[in-house]
DNA sequence: CAGCGGATATTCT
DNA sequence: GAATATCCGCTGA
């Protein structure tokens, strides 16, 4: 017997805790992506946690810039930032206005709309491959700095939202050191805030960080 | 399968 | 100038 996934909309204050306890509670949860072509339903399997004030890692550790203003505003709404001069990755919001905290999401099974996803990931080898990934996350849901500072949490039409869909439980959940972030990884690693779905088809694989010289 | 170079905006030094 | 919350296509085993 298999649970039907519950499609009532994460409330706003759902966002509105401290971002390492909403992290792994996203994980099974929906997230809704409306097209102009229509809907696609992505189940997160995994995410990483972003920590503003106290985390080197965080793209607002450093303060408020153009980029990042999003992550200091209320809670609930998508950050989406550009990267390595091609790529988009998306984030949530969350903890009170000013925190500066976010959730980015690495990783998911597109469960509706999988035709339209195809037909922004020309290079996916199987539908495993979609949103394996945060920018082909991002891209799978054709998400671009135009969603930037979106509100996921109102009510009526909106390009995001975010359904309760089925809560992982704590046993299922695994954590680990966050991908590609300088300073996580190694030995007394005080950052292991990747989360996902144990033994989930779609997770991406774990890289360390690997600083990488520009061609002169 | 692993390893690597290329694409190149944004930010900080 | 140099690094980065990445992915893709190519090379060689």
Known sequence: MIATPDR????REFFDRPVLDVAPDLLGR????TTPDGPIALRLTEVEAYDGADDPGSHAYRGRTARNGVMFGPPGHVYVYFTYGMWFCMNL???PEGKASAVLLRAGEII???ELARTRRLSARNDKELAKGPARLATALDVDRSLD???ACTSGATPLKVLAGTPVPRDQVRNGPRTGVAGDGGN???HPWRFWIANDPTVSPYRAHVPRRRRS
Do not use: F, H
């Open 149 to 151: 500072g979106t509100d």
């Open 112 to 114: 509706e709309g999988a």
């Open 8 to 11: 009532t909309p994460l409330p």
């Open 188 to 190: 007394g690693d005080i």
């Open 30 to 33: 929906i997230l809704v992506r």
């Open 93 to 95: 919001v969350c903890g």
